[in-house]
């Protein structure tokens, strides 16, 4: 294995050349990510798509993220992980430029289908090739630090961004990550350390590569629908719950598993688990709460929605390269998590109070603390996470640990939407004013369950 070093607190130029594809592409696709909710309104209107089939501009995306995760971190340890790289940021680049010339709506889906798949491919394979090449301790940890914080502020400044773009044309917030992905690329080609080579094995394990991406995807289309299908959601689930069951009964049984089940054993990947899906859920569905809140009730423009949550990407991306590894090298990943976590808890509940004429001024601080909760949680939990996985299962923690990254924000966003069509009444602005207060008690309560399961973790190692 070719491990990058530090040399004294400061990154090798070798370490910071590959480090820095890495974090361009994981900016890349966080960038992407929230770009296109902010055009969603332009494309509609350019290609005749109602709402219930625009919604699928980023369900598709989810779907294909979320359903894949597992299967593509697994890939990145079977065949290499720099060859999955960059051979799916290629196809990354394919299917956003097939967006940007799509001409209806399934094409423009379907491209959106193979933009989720990719990064599902590309993200768990980025993080592998960190927890890889640095070696475990202060270098990984002020690797990953770094690293996590370029995901944060791209998914902050994607908001600006697309909002930026889409006055010009909407096309651009798929063409402009083109450009990216293309110079993210070349860059790859030339700085991504090899590493050592792939598992040699004959025998892939087909059927639970077919069984848990099914069981995901399931999973994963059950609560983007959620809010159309009513009822119907629970066969998707029961589909999934039987997918999941069929997966065990074959990882048991097969000599070269897809996973090894006794990693999933593990109190501290669990507990990291969850609180990644706290963190990401959480944020997210009040994010849902907070556009709707400020362009449908009080008349912002996507510019405007955008630059009021900046505030928090800009505390993430200037204190977390600088503050998380050391806090993690000093106090351990638990500690740091549950701090982080608890900031989020306080952002949800000052955020409570809004009203139909509340100042930008009134919101600020609770963006300043959502910006803190990642500076804190976003990395450390990619490191408790990783933290003692043999090098040839990283791949496949990366892909546990973004699953849960993705799962948290699609069950706490149709929790969210679920809350807000029961309270909003007749829509007026006073019962839509309720519906959202009553909406923000979902990443609220996510919040506070993530926080009590780091706190059990925290009482566990200290005993």
């Known amino acids: 294995m070719t491990v990058i070093t530090v040399e004294g607190d400061r990154l090798t130029g070798r370490a910071r050349g590959a480090l820095l594809v890495l974090c361009g592409a994981l900016f890349l696709d966080a960038l992407d990510v929230s770009m296109k909710g902010v055009a969603l309104p332009s494309i509609g209107a350019d290609l005749g798509m109602g ?40 196809f990354f680049t394919a299917a956003s430029a097939l967006g940007g010339f799509a001409d209806d709506g399934p094409l423009l889906v379907a491209a959106r289908l193979v933009t989720g798949i990719s990064a599902a491919f590309t993200l768990p ?32 400044m994607g908001l600006v961004v697309g909002g930026v773009l889409t006055e010009v044309d909407w096309r651009w917030v798929f063409f402009a990550p083109v450009v990216m992905a293309l110079l993210t690329l070349a860059a790859g080609i030339a700085l991504v350390p090899v590493g050592e080579a792939p598992e040699r094995t004959s025998r892939f394990d087909v059927l639970g590569a077919v069984t848990s991406t099914g069981a995901l995807l399931a999973l994963v289309l059950a609560l983007v629908q959620a809010h159309e299908w009513g009822w119907a959601t629970l066969i998707a689930l029961g589909v999934s719950a039987a997918l999941f069951t069929l997966f065990v009964v074959v990882e048991k049984r097969t000599a070269h598993p897809l996973v090894r089940l006794s990693l999933l054993r593990s109190p501290a990947l669990m507990r990291a688990n969850v609180g990644a899906m706290s963190l990401l859920g959480g944020w997210v569905s009040a994010l849902f709460v907070l556009t709707l809140y400020m362009q449908d009730l009080r008349g912002w423009s996507a510019l405007e929605t955008g630059l009021a949550v900046l505030p928090g990407g800009v505390v993430t991306a200037v204190l977390a390269p600088r503050v998380a590894a050391p806090l993690v090298n000093r106090f351990g990943t638990t500690p740091v998590v549950a701090a982080g976590l608890f900031a989020a808890v306080a952002a949800y509940v000052l955020l409570l109070p809004i009203g139909l004429d509340s100042g930008y001024l009134a919101m600020l601080p609770a963006f300043l603390l959502a910006g803190i909760a990642f500076t804190l949680a976003y990395g450390p939990l990619n490191m408790a996470a990783t933290q003692g996985v043999p090098a040839h299962e990283q791949g496949l ?13 699609a069950l706490a966003l149709a929790a969210a939407t679920v809350v807000l069509q029961l309270n909003a009444g007749d829509g007026s602005p006073a019962a839509l004013l309720s519906g959202f207060r009553a909406a923000l008690l979902v ?8 926080t009590a399961v780091t706190l059990l973790g925290l009482r566990a190692r200290r005993s």
Do not use: C
Request: hydrophobic share 50%; proline share 4%.
């Open 51 to 90: 709402p219930g089939a625009l919604q699928w501009v980023v369900s598709a995306y989810v779907l294909g993220f979320g359903g894949f995760l597992l299967l593509g971190g697994r890939a990145a340890d079977l065949f290499g992980r720099r060859r999955v790289f960059l051979v799916s940021l290629g």
């Open 397 to 409: 923690a990366g892909g546990i640990v973004n699953t849960s990254f993705q799962v948290g924000p």
């Open 443 to 450: 990443p609220l309560a996510v919040a506070v369950v993530g």
């Open 125 to 156: 394979a980025g993080l592998s090739i960190i927890t890889t090449s640095f070696a475990e301790g202060p270098a990984r940890n002020k690797a990953l630090a770094l690293y996590t914080a370029t995901g944060a502020t791209g998914f902050s």
